[in-house]
């Protein structure tokens, strides 16, 4: 048995409590590991699992105590499920590196998970744009109100997809009232680059599935998802980043068509 898993066994025998497990899939993030890091110390155990990564995020990772799982995973969801079946805890908190758990909701981590059998709980997220908390116009593609970040281990699969893979929870769903700050964005520059990013992986998905939408779903996509942002999730509250919350959300079906047609075409002349 090694060091860690003496410790932890040891953790379960001396609290007689849910063993909570904290996992960080992360890629290249040492600017932003380390701070995310910090605010995990509360768990009783933190796993880093590293993609691909090329930086110094694995030796930040072990001056936390963090176990370190490292290796090659091209789709989200199987990078991520392998991180939580590296977790050896009865329930697990999934934390990005640009999320910081606060105390506040640690102390409310805790008295969940000791109070409830089964099941996962909603984590609402403070959602900010460099130093901005920014409460308004969030979507599902650049950010979301709450998501299903804790769970009892089985609780939460993810799907197949490179970008937002479907998840699938078991059991009693359950909220917490506490925030977990999430820094979406950096800068403008950084909302821009995930755009591209987010869209080059959504096209090849479309790609590999087939199911592709033609142009008229997409047009009427551009439009409910402007409104959705600006109007009815009042992005309209947080003037121009609201304006530029409801523009981004806009352009992210009509990217994908576009990325979509271009490698179809580019194919087609092979």
């Known amino acids: 048995m090694s060091e860690s898993e003496s410790a932890l066994t040891s953790e379960i025998g001396r609290h007689k409590v849910p063993l909570l497990s904290a996992l960080v899939v992360a890629r290249n993030e040492e600017a932003r590991l380390g701070a995310c890091l910090e605010c995990l110390h509360f768990a009783d155990e933190i796993v880093v699992l590293l993609d691909r990564s090329t930086d110094g995020s694995a030796a930040i990772a072990s001056r936390h105590g963090a176990r370190v799982v490292e290796g090659a995973w091209e789709i989200e969801g199987e990078r991520r499920n392998a991180g939580?079946?590296?977790?050896?805890?009865?329930?697990?908190?999934?934390?990005?590196s640009d999320e910081h758990v606060t105390s506040a909701l640690a102390v409310e981590l805790r008295a969940a998970i000791a109070a409830v059998a089964d099941g996962y709980f909603l984590v609402p997220m403070a959602n900010h744009i460099g130093g901005r908390l920014v409460s308004y116009g969030w979507g599902a593609y650049n950010g979301v109100a709450r998501k299903a970040s804790l769970f009892r281990r089985g609780a939460k699969h993810w799907g197949a997809g490179r970008v937002h893979p479907k998840i699938d929870l078991a059991g009693p769903r359950r909220e917490l009232r506490e925030c977990m700050d999430h820094f979406v964005y950096r800068d403008v520059s950084d909302m821009?680059?995930?755009?591209?990013?987010?869209?080059?992986l959504a096209a090849e998905?479309?790609?590999e599935s087939g199911v592709i939408l033609g142009l008229p779903r997409t047009l009427r996509r551009v439009f409910s998802?402007?409104?959705?942002?600006?109007?009815?999730r009042r992005g309209y509250r947080e003037g121009p980043w609201g304006v530029a919350l409801a523009m981004l959300s806009a352009l992210y079906p009509l990217l994908i068509y576009l990325k979509v047609a271009t490698r179809k075409a580019g194919a087609g002349k092979k």
């Open 192 to 200: 821009l680059r995930r755009l591209d990013r987010y869209t080059d």
């Open 205 to 207: 998905d479309a790609l």
């Open 225 to 232: 998802r402007a409104w959705k942002s600006y109007v009815a």
């Open 84 to 96: 939580i079946g590296a977790c050896r805890g009865d329930w697990i908190l999934e934390v990005d």
